[in-house]
């Protein structure tokens, strides 16, 4: 339809009012039928419950939200954890509270306390007993490198010289707040760990990233 | 409360029983020779008045010019008690008798210290180390220890 142009107004030429009327014309004309859904193939069920994600955030998540502890606590700062586990702290905020007896339903090892030699190669076999994928928590000076006791005959300087540590959480022992915040911190780690390697990675079996 | 009996007291009555086998005595302890050691466990564990049933703890201590291996008994019926030691002069191959035994108690705690301190007690059933490990070289405790 063209816009009869026979008044002048004074904030805008009639040039201009013209072509705005014509776009709205145009547009009033090509909409005049209902755009289809594009799914309106699904089931209304499925519709609900259908969330786009990727492969990593996917995976990452149910893996950092429940880690299970393996019980490995070789000294005082086990003690620690355990008020971290009980009701004024309450580890179970986090999804993590459980604690497992067997290294194979395990995947993450709080290591709460000092290492002899002596006891070394139980905590090395415990580790190797837990499944793929699994982090550890180097809790306390002495887990970090010894403490007190770096300098003794008996004594291993830190975990990280037997097992791979993922955080270190510091003190003497350290608070239960430190403990939470380390644990928090490896969820953090985790949720930024490729899950699907690249395709070169592939051949390099049995390597931990 | 636990009366902690005069060593001289219990050294007279080891004299009399067998003489010869008190080295010293003193107010808090006295000293048996250690080739006497296991016949004078027997007299204190099995005297009707001393009855030194319990063994609360072994220790020994490095002098330098000798090792001392200290004992502590308590007569829970009496409720008693006693500190007695004995020394071993040889630094290369030191050696005392077992009291396992006498008091079954002293099992770890004799081979804890032939493991930290390197004396010998003979008669023990399994005299090995059992904090550190096999190959360990020296034994820790030793003054003239270095790592």
Redesign the interface.
Known sequence: MEVSGDREYIYSSIELDRYEGQVIEELKASSQEAIPDPDEWLEEELERNILLTTVDAIINWSRRSSLWTAMCFPACCAFELIAVEGPRFDLSRFGMEILRASPRQADLMITAGTL???MAPNVKRIYNQMPEPKWVIAMGACAISGGIFR?S??VVPGYNKIIPVDVYVPGCPPRPEALIHGIRMLQRKIAKTPVVPDLPELPLKGKRR | MTVALSGKEIASQIEEKSPGSVEESSQDSLVVKSDSLLSVAAFLKDNETLKFDYLNYITAVDYFSYFEVVYQLTSLEHNHTVVIKTRCYSRENPAVPSVIGVWQGADFQEREIYDLMGIKFEGHPNMKRIFLWEGFPGHPLRKDYLQ
């Open positions: 002899t030699w002596k300098s005959y008996s």
